[in-house]
């Protein structure tokens, strides 16, 4: 049995896919306060009506709830998504049937401008491979008191590209700044005040082209939807560095896989791909310069915690009849 607690209170509280928010470090306490709370580690899709039958309140992450879910369970009142993205939840239909589906949009931010710099200094550095070679004797063998096997590289005086200048792109672009870096920024809403000598809005044609580093921090939209293509990749410098830790399908990886292949884009770093898990035909696999992570950024017990307090505190609101955070209003 996956289940982690069962207590009967208010309302029955059914969290669909609890393992990857508290894989054990956390507590449910604050949802046990508002209810009679099941957390199931896991749910595939053909279980999720079944397990959802008695539950007023449904907390998902990454487990879909379809119109034909809603339909089938009736008692349902809140839907409250353990994420930023939501696109999991048919909110439209959620919305017929007056149920308000709610998100965290901010948890995360330090979190994941960290890194977004761990991804690049791994690109600079090589760290973790020449730990390896020391490990398996290399250095204790060497004619010379040093060594490298890829280009080291030093970011001061460097353009940093972000793409999407929203909480976690100012907290990229502030890190950025700390390096001695200088910043180009795009996005549709401009706040003027963000602007100084090594911070500035710019085009995305000139973001593309003048930047080193391009950072994706974009919402995945119709318009964004593989805006790094071959045509915009044509845009950037030679030996550009491309990192994406927003969402998958910003990125066309067929194009991005060839121009890492031709050296048009030095390296790419992505904690997140278009399909997840990722298939083992992904054209990005076995790439010596594509370094790819598991959708960990937002992962530091940190940023989780903080999730979880956000995550009961929704619902607390919703309970009092002040929701918050509802995004099919």
Same mark, same amino acid.
């Given at each position: 049995?996956?289940?982690? &607690?069962?207590?009967?209170? $208010?309302?029955?509280?059914?969290?669909?896919?609890?393992?990857?928010?508290?894989?054990?470090?956390?507590?449910?306490?604050?949802?046990?306060?508002?209810?009679?709370?099941?957390? =199931?580690?896991? +749910?595939?899709?053909?279980? $999720?009506?079944?397990?959802?039958?008695?539950?007023?309140?449904?907390?998902?992450?990454?487990?879909?709830?379809?119109?034909?879910?809603?339909?089938?369970?009736?008692?349902?009142?809140?839907?409250?998504?353990?994420?930023? /993205?939501?696109?999991? @939840?048919?909110?439209?239909?959620?919305?017929?049937?007056?149920?308000?589906?709610?998100?965290?949009?901010? =948890?995360?931010?330090?979190? $994941?401008?960290?890194?977004?710099?761990?991804?690049?200094?791994?690109?600079?550095?090589?760290?973790?491979?020449?730990?390896?070679?020391?490990?398996?004797?290399?250095?204790?063998? &060497?004619?010379?008191?040093?060594?490298?096997?890829?280009?080291?590289?030093?970011?001061?005086?460097?353009?940093?590209?972000? @793409?999407?200048?929203?909480?976690? /792109?100012?907290? $990229?672009?502030?890190?950025?700044? %700390?390096?001695?870096?200088?910043?180009?920024?795009?996005?549709?809403?401009?706040? %003027?005040?963000?602007?100084?000598?090594?911070?500035? =809005?710019? #085009? *995305?044609? +000139?973001?593309?082209?003048?930047?080193?580093?391009?950072?994706?921090?974009?919402?995945?939209?119709?318009?964004?939807?593989?805006?790094?293509?071959? &045509?915009?990749?044509?845009?950037?410098?030679? /030996?550009?560095?491309?990192?994406?830790?927003?969402?998958?399908?910003?990125?066309?990886?067929?194009? *991005?896989?060839?121009?890492?292949?031709?050296?048009?884009?030095?390296?790419?770093?992505?904690?997140?791909?278009?399909?997840?898990?990722?298939?083992?035909?992904?054209?990005?696999?076995?790439?010596?310069?594509?370094?790819?992570?598991?959708?960990?950024?937002?992962? #530091?017990?940190?940023?989780?915690?903080?999730?979880?307090?956000?995550? @009961?505190?929704?619902?607390?609101?919703?309970?009092?009849?002040?929701?918050?955070?509802?995004?099919?209003?």
């Amino acid at each position: 049995m996956d289940m982690k &607690s069962k207590r009967r209170k $208010v309302v029955n509280i059914v969290v669909l896919d609890g393992y990857t928010l508290n894989p054990g470090d956390l507590s449910w306490k604050g949802f046990e306060n508002l209810g009679n709370v099941t957390v =199931y580690e896991r +749910t595939a899709e053909d279980q $999720v009506i079944s397990r959802i039958q008695d539950a007023e309140v449904v907390i998902t992450n990454k487990t879909p709830i379809s119109e034909e879910t809603l339909k089938a369970s009736s008692k349902i009142k809140y839907i409250g998504v353990l994420a930023t /993205g939501y696109n999991v @939840v048919d909110i439209k239909a959620a919305k017929e049937r007056g149920i308000p589906v709610t998100n965290i949009p901010t =948890y995360g931010t330090q979190s $994941v401008a960290q890194f977004v710099f761990a991804l690049l200094l791994e690109i600079c550095h090589r760290v973790g491979h020449h730990d390896n070679t020391v490990q398996e004797g290399r250095w204790s063998k &060497s004619e010379d008191f040093c060594y490298w096997d890829y280009p080291l590289i030093e970011l001061a005086g460097k353009t940093m590209g972000i @793409v999407g200048f929203g909480r976690i /792109g100012q907290a $990229v672009g502030a890190l950025a700044n %700390a390096f001695g870096m200088k910043v180009l920024a795009y996005d549709s809403y401009k706040i %003027a005040e963000l602007e100084t000598d090594m911070c500035s =809005y710019a #085009p *995305l044609e +000139t973001v593309l082209s003048q930047s080193d580093v391009i950072s994706l921090h974009a919402p995945l939209t119709d318009h964004t939807n593989e805006m790094i293509n071959a &045509s915009t990749i044509s845009k950037m410098k030679d /030996g550009v560095i491309l990192i994406n830790t927003s969402r998958g399908p910003l990125i066309k990886e067929t194009d *991005l896989a060839q121009a890492l292949k031709d050296k048009k884009v030095y390296a790419a770093a992505l904690d997140v791909v278009s399909v997840e898990p990722i298939v083992k035909d992904n054209p990005l696999l076995g790439l010596d310069n594509c370094l790819i992570t598991p959708h960990i950024a937002w992962a #530091p017990k940190e940023a989780r915690q903080r999730l979880m307090n956000i995550a @009961v505190e929704n619902l607390q609101a919703f309970l009092d009849g002040k929701s918050v955070n509802v995004v099919n209003n």
